[in-house]
């Protein structure tokens, strides 16, 4: 058994049984903030439950939001929607008015409303399709070592029927008959009560299961600024809080700046050995020395080695005066005028005694 402060009761972290998927899932995301790509864009295979058929074209793929995470759920963003999502998935709880009408008249999941937006003919067409959704989710759930949850909103849309939290609806559509959608927004503590029945649910399905949470979204104003200020807080309290939860800021700043036009290269090694469970001290610590030393020459940061090379030259200089006094007392003893013309000549040209004058003061003044 896991213990941990506050905890909710678990069972024995087991290993998985392979279910055929890559080890990383992300549940939620879009096409601004689509965790799922940028993890993609650094090299890692994230599971996909609800691929696109083969032989659509991407633009089709992208309209009904396949690959924009590891199942098509829509953008979730918000703890209460993926508790409720994980719900339905495992049969412990199902919303009350799902189904809403169209304004061509044809049926649509409220719960992910852009998903499909031709709709479906019939409400028992649509309830197979939502059933076929469910049961990928809770074969990705079951199947990853690792559960990225992008977080992104403080507020929902409750029915006030069963409290069930909807995303916005398409103009003109038609919510079922005593569906009354009311704008809400999360407090803190309502949050981590929501996170903490999510980690049991998950846990339960998947007890070697590690959840990753992520705070960031780059299309920002003030009020969504404000928000990620608060879900972040949640996040840390939560990790800090439960066993297999990690929440870490840094990614969310890489993942940011790898959602931008043209990301930084050394960003992608980084978000790697972050989702390897690795430090980020440990990444920065193995950085190669002679980037150090370009880095650290771009901003005008002298390299340590200068001042000690500087002594060693004036070293070699005086060794090599030495031994060129000793040869030429070596050649006056040997070759007498020989020697003494030699040393004539050296003074007349200058750079001998000049060389000489120089090192004197270097040394004199070292």
């Known amino acids: 058994m896991i213990e941990h402060q506050n905890e909710p009761g678990v069972v024995s ?58 199942a098509r759920c829509g953008a979730l963003g918000d703890l209460r929607q993926i508790l409720q999502l994980v719900q339905a998935a495992t049969g412990v709880r199902q919303p009350k008015h799902w189904i809403c009408a169209a304004p061509d008249g044809s049926f649509m999941d409220a719960t992910r409303p852009g998903i499909d937006p031709s709709g479906f003919a019939s409400k028992a067409e649509l309830v197979v399709y939502r059933d076929t959704h469910l049961a990928a989710v809770l074969k990705l759930l079951q199947g990853v070592t690792t559960l990225v949850l992008p977080l992104s909103k403080v507020m929902g849309l409750v029915d006030a029927a069963d409290g069930w939290v909807y995303p916005a609806q398409a103009a003109g559509t038609k919510l079922a008959r005593g569906c009354k959608l009311e704008p809400t927004v999360y407090a803190a503590d309502t949050m981590v009560d929501d996170f903490a029945t999510l980690y049991a649910a998950l846990i339960t399905v998947n007890p070697a299961l590690t959840i990753r949470l992520v705070v960031a979204d780059p299309a920002q104003d003030l009020a969504a600024m404000a928000g990620q200020g608060l879900l972040r807080a949640v996040a840390a309290h ?22 931008l036009p043209e990301p930084d290269a050394r960003v992608v090694a980084l978000v790697q050995k972050l989702m390897a469970g690795g430090d980020l001290l440990d990444a920065v610590a193995v950085a190669k020395p002679e980037v150090a030393a370009m880095e650290d020459a ?16 004036r070293a070699q200089r005086r060794a090599e005066r030495a031994n060129g006094k000793a040869g030429k007392a070596g050649g006056e003893k040997a070759g007498g005028e020989k020697a003494v013309g030699e040393n004539t000549g050296a003074k007349k040209s200058g750079g001998g005694s000049r060389v000489m004058c120089e090192d004197e003061l270097l040394e004199a003044f070292s």
């Open 298 to 313: 771009e901003m005008g940061i002298p390299a340590p080695s200068d001042a000690p090379r500087e002594k060693r030259d």
């Open 238 to 259: 939560c990790a800090a809080r439960f066993s297999a939860v990690v929440y870490d800021p840094v990614l969310d700043m890489l993942l940011t700046r790898l959602s």
């Open 13 to 70: 972290r087991r290993v998985r049984k392979d279910a055929g998927l890559p080890a990383v899932g992300v549940l939620g995301g879009d096409a601004v903030w689509s965790v799922a790509a940028c993890l993609r864009s650094v090299g890692l295979k994230i599971a996909d439950v609800e691929p696109a058929p083969k032989q659509i074209s991407e633009t089709l793929a992208a309209r009904f939001q396949f690959g924009f995470a590891s």
